[in-house]
């Protein structure tokens, strides 16, 4: 297998992941700022969406989407589970990643595009920078939605750390470092956030 990387809260995810597995994979790095992802060969070879991250498989095929590349490596290497081990660990899973990612990752992400990212977007996208006040809006509304959810719980999806804790640090961690910091009222989601940033896992990138 080879892993597809670069900068940004995405790739981070699937790095994330592996380290917590203790997974080791040769890397390629992609260069991002530079649109090499916006171009062939990348595009035409790889992931004809022009995104990071991929996974290369070892018959020769490539997986994108984080979610489906963590889904793929939970099945290759299913210790320690990150999406679970029974059908409802799996599920309550893959319900928490899917929320955080409507209610706070994209909102997130498309509000850096719009607005802070927009000269490096800007030519690779559609923009919308009209929009971007109020997609950093949704994002709190759901960190605001999401905190008192987390109030009696260690990890977001239960007890057990899982992919929508990496996805959900990932993105907030992005969006300290890009002028959309944590609101100190959401104090549940600061204590799970300094939590994770003190595990082994939020150096891997």
């Not at 991002?32 to 969406?49: K, Q």
């Not at 919308?128 to 950093?136: D, F, I, V, Y």
């Not at 905190?147 to 929508?164: E, H, M, T, V, Y």
């Amino acid at each position: 297998m080879k892993f597809y990387n670069s900068i940004g809260p995405n790739p981070r995810v699937v790095a994330m992941f592996m380290a917590e597995k203790g997974i080791e994979i040769p890397e390629v790095t992609i260069d991002l700022r530079g649109g090499e992802n916006r171009r062939v060969p990348y595009c035409t070879d790889v992931n004809e969406a022009g995104q990071t991250p991929a996974l290369e498989l070892d018959d020769g095929s490539f997986l994108c989407e984080i979610t489906a590349i963590c889904e793929y490596l939970e099945e290759r290497f299913p210790e320690p589970p990150l999406i679970g081990t029974t059908a409802e660990e799996r599920a309550k899973t893959r319900m928490w990643a899917r929320r955080v990612d409507i209610k706070i990752c994209e909102p997130l992400t498309n509000g850096f595009r719009y607005a802070e990212g927009l000269p490096l977007f800007e030519p690779r996208m559609r923009c919308l920078p009209e929009a971007a006040a109020g997609l950093k809006a949704i994002a709190q509304d759901g960190i605001a939605w999401l905190d008192p959810l987390i109030a009696d719980r260690d990890f977001i999806a239960g007890d057990r750390l899982s992919l929508a804790d990496l996805m959900l640090f990932t993105f907030l961690d992005f969006g300290v470092s890009v002028g959309q910091p944590i609101d100190p009222a959401f104090t549940h989601i600061l204590r799970w956030f300094e939590r994770m940033k003190s595990r082994p896992s939020a150096t891997a990138n």
